[in-house]
């Protein structure tokens, strides 16, 4: 089994800046790539970003290309999402999540199912 625990979200003003975290845990010794996703209450939870472990290619939405970016520790297995001039379209829980396997890369994208893992959340709030 594989824990990811999610830290790092909070209240911030617009245009400013939080770094979230995912810690692994567990048997993390298969893990292909990583992702963030959001989801608002009401609605999908939709993808932020992406990165495969090996290799560290990067993947990001479109809203929020230019403004967050993925990156990660080998040695601490850790995922982090650093965010910057942060709108409240922002506002959101954000997961973590990990796939062990190979695959074609843009269905890491999807969610769900693509992936093996998922983090309990941790909440993001961007006041106007």
């Known amino acids: 089994q594989v824990q990811l625990v999610e830290s790092g979200g909070g209240l911030v003003q617009a245009g400013g800046s939080l770094r979230l975290s995912c810690v692994t845990s567990?048997?993390?010794?298969?893990?292909?790539?990583m992702g963030w996703f959001r989801q608002v209450p009401g609605k999908e939870r939709e993808f932020v970003a992406a990165?495969?472990?090996?290799?560290?290619?990067?993947y990001y939405a479109d809203s929020v290309k230019g403004r967050f970016t993925i990156s990660r520790v080998d040695a601490d297995n850790t995922l982090y999402l650093q965010m910057n001039s942060l709108k409240p379209e922002d506002t959101a829980v954000y997961f973590c999540a990990l796939r062990r396997t190979v695959v074609f890369n843009p269905a890491l994208r999807l969610g769900g199912a693509q992936y093996d893992y998922w983090g309990q959340g941790t909440q993001v709030t961007v006041s106007s």
């Open positions: 990165l495969i472990w090996n290799g560290g290619s990067t």
């Open positions: 567990g048997r993390t010794f298969s893990m292909y790539a």
